[in-house]
């Protein structure tokens, strides 16, 4: 199959179940909104190495946000919903609580299952917090050096998808990353995902072994060009020499299937060779989300 | 089918009708509901000799005429939707725990006594008392919602414990006192001695008020929980200016002849 004259390999996307949260930031202004953002999205690429994996999904206008002031939405997926829970707490404290005029809202509020966030941050109040209850709502108001912290007491969590994605072919290292940047550009308008890497692209993709017994995760040999004549069962078309992928993390399987689509879709059409998506042979992830599948 | 009632002969003494919530009328059928015993000054009579009833009890009661005698409406409601065209008279809600109420009219005192729960929106005035406890009761409302649009009187959550009371208009006086914890917000103007004896609590005064000297000044800010209070109120469809939400407020702490961890938050433009 191809798009346009670009071929899109006969595979699929192995991705995993996870578990995924998401806060609404707000802040008096948009910069202080997206710094907060930023810092608590910072360190979160992969579950590998960072117990948890975040991502900007989108900036809201202030008509969108609990306070009426400029917002940032992130979501945070993990392995378990504790695992969130205490990955919100950690990050919550550290990275939006310590920024700027900021206020952190639960973003799925229809979730079944809920993490304790702002009701274990309270005690930073050190007895003057104080709680307050608005339609149906708890929140803590945590006195700091501007003013207030003001945070939800729960945040729910949701079942999700993690590890859904794309992998880029091209002919150099500019003509790839400019298609990979393009399909990132499209991606990110899906609401409900995440690119978790920086600005979206990952080089380093990995398998999981290695021959170090230290280790469970080592490169992707497979997809690096150097080593297209060392290694047995190279992937790396003729005439490729970089690679690109492109991770997804999603609240459902159909969002993380719509943002790799929109993602081949934007590649092919700005320089890419081939594409193709990372598997383990589909027996480490519980979703096969096929690329042709994707097309028709 | 929902529930209509229509007040057909206007009592001469208030009527007690604490059968008047979906609670009460649930499965029922008019002729049922018509049967329901009312007090009527120190005599009980039937629902049915002062309102006609259509429909049968479900979740939601529409109800119409100058009720302003008849007292109790709603009490003790755990659920569901209760509508006033018109006026109601004291003690509406009393101790209810869940669902709606809502009043185009006035309402008389003592709107959601002892409530744990539930949201009464009165598009009117109220009087006085609204969200207090009763003479004699250690706690007021212990949660729950009460929205007035326009103004109040005396009293206005007296030993709240928790909730929210809103007032479009102006309140009386003594507005939070003995209040426990929870939020008060007035948007006109306030009597004299707020949050007197407050241990707890949060009073929002969009009027310059002079605290009582037993409150203490801590800073001028902008608290964000103050923006998300009102949105909602704007959610409701009160008239909420822009300048309240993005002002700074002066904080009062007190009372301190109390445990003088309450607080009046004065709108300072």
Known sequence: MNIDSVEIVDTFAEAFEMWA????????????????????????????????????????????????????????????????????????????????????????PDADERAAVGSQLRYFGDGYQISKVV???????????????????????????????????????????????????????????????????????????????????????????SLRGVVDGSQVAEGADCVYEIVIDGLDEKLVGDAMRVGMQAAAQNGAMQISAGNYGGGLGKYQINLHGLLE | ?????????????????????????QGLDAAAIAKLKVFYGNQQVELGEFFAVDGSGDEAIHIEGDLSRVKHVGSGMTYGHLKVEGNVGAHLGAGMSGGRIDVSG?????????????????????????????????????????????????????????????????????????????TIIVLGQMGIRTGAGMKRGTIVSMQDIEPLPTFSYDCQFRPTFIRVYLQHLRALGMHVDERYLTGAYRRWSGDAVELNRGECLLFAG
């Open chain 2, 1 to 25: 089918m929902s529930l209509k009632l229509r007040l057909e002969t206007q009592p001469e003494v208030p009527l007690e009708a604490d059968c008047l919530s979906p609670d009460r009328v």
């Open chain 1, 135 to 225: 339609a149906g709502k708890r929140l803590w108001r945590i006195p700091v050096m501007d003013g207030e912290f003001l945070v939800e007491d729960a945040f729910g969590v949701q079942p999700a998808v993690g590890g859904g994605n794309i992998l880029i072919l091209g002919q150099d290292n500019s003509s790839t990353l400019a298609a990979a940047e393009a399909a990132v550009t499209a991606m990110s308008d899906i609401e409900g995902v995440i690119l978790p890497f920086p600005d979206g692209i990952v080089r380093s993709g990995s398998k999981p072994s290695s021959k170090y017994k230290s280790l469970f995760v080592s490169t992707n040999d497979a997809y690096c060009p």
């Open chain 2, 106 to 182: 006035d309402s008389g005192d003592w709107v959601g006594p002892e409530m744990s729960g539930g949201r009464i929106v009165i598009h009117g005035s109220a009087g006085h008392m609204v969200g207090s406890g009763y003479r004699g009761s250690k706690v007021g409302i212990r949660g729950g919602e009460i929205i007035v649009f326009g103004n109040a009187g005396n009293e206005i959550g007296n030993t709240m414990r928790n909730g929210l009371i809103a007032i479009g208009g102006d309140a009386g006086d003594f507005v939070g006192v003995g209040m426990l914890a929870g």
């Open chain 1, 21 to 108: 949260s998401r806060m609404i930031i707000t802040a008096d202004s948009d910069r202080w909104a997206m710094a907060a953002a930023r810092s608590v999205t910072g360190f979160a690429t992969s579950i590998i190495g960072c117990k948890c994996e975040a991502g900007i999904e989108a900036k809201l206008d202030p008509t969108q946000t609990p306070d009426g002031r400029p917002g940032i939405s992130v979501l945070l997926f993990s392995t378990s919903a504790s695992g969130v829970g205490k990955r919100l707490v950690e990050r919550v404290g550290q990275c939006v609580m310590t920024c700027p005029t900021t206020a952190c809202y639960d973003g799925l």
